[in-house]
């Protein structure tokens, strides 16, 4: 297991994965060292192949001397800006010690997500709080028969195993699966179906 998060943190662009060091045991990996953007810890994290993740990393960005939390809150508004995903004026941003925390209100789940990523890019970020609340121009409807269509759509989700209720905009994810991936991509397949607002998920990833 080890071995294989080495060569996946190898194979991934956008992470360098000799200041990373990996520890694996039943199924859970831990990540340790330091790494030069908030961009590449998130990466790292997103791994997939493990039942779950133990995060120790530590953003030394060479980039973020001399720049303020003032200047990374300039970068934070203009990059949000140029983000056509994102309403103009739905998120405010506030910065403290490096420490962005986000706040307002979108539509959709990728407006909130979208942001949140175009943060994680900027030199100088050490990490991100994402407050942002989804308040749908749609209501919820028929959202637990959307969601299962669309797991029985995607071949990397064994649909029969997971259980989906609803609750307005409110769903539930349960059972088992087979990866950590597996469980996340359910979640993130649930959050597009139209007038989600939040998403419990208490699938458990089985033990081999």
């Not at 045991?25 to 030069?36: A, E, F, K, Y």
């Not at 209501?139 to 669309?150: L, R």
């Amino acid at each position: 297991m080890k071995q294989s998060v080495l060569d996946e943190l190898n194979r991934e662009p956008s992470i360098k994965a000799a200041p990373i060091a990996v520890n694996a045991r039943d199924g859970v990996v831990t990540l340790t060292g330091h790494i030069d953007s908030c961009a590449e810890k998130w990466a790292a994290e997103r791994v997939s192949g493990v039942k779950a993740v133990a995060e120790e990393l530590e953003v030394r960005s060479p980039f973020s001397v001399g720049r303020g939390d003032d200047g990374i809150a300039r970068c934070a508004v203009q990059m949000l800006s140029w983000d056509v995903s994102v309403l103009k004026d739905s998120v405010q941003v506030k910065v403290e010690k490096g420490w962005v925390t986000l706040t307002g209100d979108v539509n959709w789940f990728y407006q909130k997500h979208n942001a949140e990523a175009d943060i994680r890019k900027l030199h100088g970020v050490v990490g991100v709080s994402n407050e942002i609340v989804i308040k749908p121009s749609v209501h919820p409807s028929d959202v637990s028969g959307k969601i299962e269509t669309a797991f029985g759509r995607n071949a990397q989700i064994e649909a029969k195993s997971i259980t989906v209720t609803t609750d307005g905009g409110k769903v539930t994810l349960k059972d088992n699966v087979d990866s950590f991936h597996e469980r996340n991509l359910a979640a993130n397949t649930a959050w597009s179906a139209p007038g989600v607002t939040m998403v419990e998920n208490l699938v458990t990833v089985n033990c081999r």
